[in-house]
């Protein structure tokens, strides 16, 4: 079977695309991570692509004169590689419906709490929420992607206790252990054709 082509969108560190490329590096396991484009121009995770010979590009949404002409330049460079799955890490622009429909059903998102939880939040707020709110457990949540922020189908998620001693940094680094996980293995369903969105459900078959 030809490996489902997958090009990762990001926008810093990138250690979720280091564990997608680390994972989908041969097709063997019916994925390969092909391309990730960077939207912005120092952003960490493209010398982790060079280190792991995947091509990284540089997109910078800040040379285009608005959303729709940025993600058209994404869609046309993804496509020169076929890509079949589109996977954000840690990608922070949001991602309009020229993008979204057409890769309709193709894209995925891993968000580091259990969605619908402190849904919006981005990097140490969303664990900062945490703790303040008292909550007991977070995690991580894989997703599709829909035209609403961090509000698409739920792939499947990820469970992890807060801790008395916890702090912002200490939660995030354990959250962050179990994103490097949960993201291949939806990944991997996705490329066995075992997931099957039935409105707000995601079916593993
Ligand atoms: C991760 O916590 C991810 O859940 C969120 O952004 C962060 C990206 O981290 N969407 P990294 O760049 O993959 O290391």
Request: glycine fraction near 8%; hydrophobic fraction near 45%.
């Amino acid at each position: 079977m030809t490996p489902t082509v997958i090009g990762v969108l990001a926008s810093g560190r990138g250690s979720n695309f280091e564990a997608l490329a680390r994972n989908f590096r041969n097709g063997t396991t019916g994925g390969l991570v092909r391309v990730v484009i960077a939207n912005v121009p120092d952003a960490a995770v493209l010398e982790r692509a060079k280190a792991l010979g995947v091509e990284g590009k540089l997109i910078d949404h800040k040379t285009f004169a608005s959303r729709a002409d940025f993600e058209r330049a994404l869609i046309e460079e993804l496509e020169k590689y076929n890509v079949g799955l589109v996977c954000l890490a840690g990608f922070m622009r949001i991602l309009s419906p020229v993008f979204v429909n057409h890769f309709a059903g193709r894209i995925m998102n891993i968000h580091p709490s259990l969605l619908p939880a402190f849904a919006g939040l981005q990097g140490m707020d969303v664990h900062r929420a945490v703790l303040e709110s008292g909550a007991q457990f977070t995690g991580c949540t894989v997703h599709f992607v829909n035209e609403h922020v961090d509000a698409g189908p739920i792939i499947l998620q990820r469970v992890v206790p807060v801790l008395d001693d916890d702090t912002v940094e200490t939660l995030a680094a354990r959250v962050l252990a179990e994103e490097h996980q949960a993201y291949p293995e939806a990944v991997k369903l996705f490329c066995q054709n075992r997931l099957q969105i039935q409105g707000r459900r995601v079916k593993i078959i």
